[in-house]
Every structure is written in structure tokens, then in C-alpha cells.
């Protein structure tokens, strides 16, 4: 059973860099089949796709935040990350990492608040 | 983008009620429409992919149903634990998009 968990620092400042990594445990990021995913949910609110990544590194973003984001892929260590640049305060949100398997997301990580502030 | 909208956006039911969820896409997605259960302070939770199969685990009240824009969640006989938040989400065209969820209180 495909398990994922996010890490990551919780606090970032106004215009840095947010970086997050989702390590994957029961299954190979290298094994195929299923898309690498980024969804965020800012405080009481719903759910926002940031974007995919398959093993072979082909990338699939939100065109809302392309220009700020970069999602990559280390298979060796079976992660994949989150790169979120020039973040403000309404980037701060709950960020999951989540396996695409055909349309759906399932399996997903248990999710980490990341706070954007001074 | 394609915008999902479901309806409503809360409501109130017992234990025991039969429940319905819409959730409308703005044009045309098939069937590929997947609906989630979020609890507070959990990630969401698949219970429905593509319109109307069930997730393996996925209590038999749960069904979906629906094509092109329509689409429909029906929950049989409501149990305690099925007080949460539901979303819709299309994976018809990218960026996959979800509805504004729906909030089911004990009434």
C-alpha cells in the first residue's frame, strides 16, 4: 500500500522560496503508471490543483501558478518535491502530496500547513 | 478551466436520511468526475471515480452517478461518521479543477 508524507519547513517570509518534499514508502515513484501530485487548501477553504509530475520527469502545472512553480523528481530517494517561488501571504495553505492514478487522486499524504509571514 | 459547482453548499440531515450532492461541470467532462470526504484536519478521502465506482473500502451507501455535466452523490442512509465535507472533482481537461465542497452537518 502506496504511502506518502510531506515535509517541509511550516513558516516561510514573504517573497523566499516555499520547498516541500513528499517521500513515497510502499511503491516506486519509478514503478509508472500514476502522476506525482501537488494540491493545497488554503484555510477553510476548497481544493487547488498545483501540479503533476510522471517518473520521467514530464511536468504538468496550473497555468495560475506556472510562472511560480517547479515540481521535480529524485527517484533514488523515491521523492518527489514542491518549489513555490515569490510566495505572499495567500500562499499560505495546507499543501498534500497525492498520487494521480488515471483522473483520480488516491492516495493522499496527510497534508502540512505552510504559513507565509514575516 | 473548467468550474465545478456543487449544490448545495451545506446542508443539515440525520442519521438515517438519504442525501444528495450535485455537482455541475461548465461544459462537458464525460464521466470524469471522482468525488472525496474530507473530515477536519484530514486529507480528503477518494470515494467515488469516474461518475459511479465505488473505491475499494467505500461503505455500499455511497453510490455516483451522472454524465456530461451532471452528476450526483447519494449517500443511502446517513451514518455518524459521514458527517464531513464533500468535493467533486473533474479530471476531464487540464488543470483539474474541484467544486467548492459541500458541508454535511448533523441536523
Known amino acids: 500500500q502506496v504511502q506518502l508524507q510531506e515535509s517541509g519547513p511550516g513558516l516561510v517570509k514573504p517573497s523566499q522560496t516555499l520547498s516541500l518534499t513528499c517521500t513515497v514508502s510502499?511503491?516506486?515513484?519509478?514503478?509508472?503508471?500514476?502522476?506525482w501530485s501537488w494540491i493545497r487548501q488554503h484555510p477553510g477553504k476548497g481544493l487547488e490543483w498545483i501540479g503533476y509530475i510522471y517518473y520521467s520527469g514530464s511536468t504538468y502545472y496550473n497555468p495560475s501558478l506556472k510562472s511560480r512553480v517547479t515540481i521535480s523528481v529524485d527517484t533514488s530517494k523515491n521523492q518527489f518535491s514542491l518549489k513555490l517561488s515569490s510566495v505572499t501571504a495567500a500562499d499560505t495553505a495546507v499543501y498534500y502530496c497525492?498520487?494521480?492514478?488515471?483522473?483520480?487522486?488516491?492516495?493522499w499524504g496527510q497534508g502540512t500547513l505552510v504559513t507565509v509571514s514575516s | 478551466d473548467i468550474q465545478m459547482t456543487q449544490s448545495p453548499s451545506s446542508l443539515s440531515a440525520s442519521v438515517g436520511d438519504r442525501v444528495t450532492i450535485t455537482c455541475r461541470a461548465s461544459?462537458?467532462?464525460?464521466?470524469?468526475l471522482n468525488w472525496y470526504q474530507q473530515k477536519p484536519g484530514k486529507a480528503p478521502k477518494l470515494l467515488i471515480y469516474?461518475?459511479?465506482s465505488l473505491q475499494s473500502g467505500v461503505p455500499s451507501r455511497f453510490s455516483g452517478s451522472g454524465s456530461g455535466t451532471d452528476f450526483t452523490l447519494t449517500i443511502s442512509s446517513l451514518q455518524p461518521e459521514d458527517f464531513a465535507t464533500y468535493y467533486c472533482?473533474?479530471?476531464?481537461?487540464?488543470?483539474?479543477?474541484f467544486g467548492q465542497g459541500t458541508r454535511l452537518e448533523i441536523k
Open positions: 461544459q462537458s467532462i464525460s464521466s470524469y
Open positions: 497525492a498520487t494521480r492514478n488515471t483522473g483520480w487522486f488516491d492516495p
Open positions: 472533482q473533474q479530471s476531464y481537461s487540464t488543470p483539474d479543477t
Open positions: 510502499g511503491g516506486s515513484i519509478s514503478s509508472g503508471g500514476y502522476y
Open positions: 469516474a461518475a459511479s
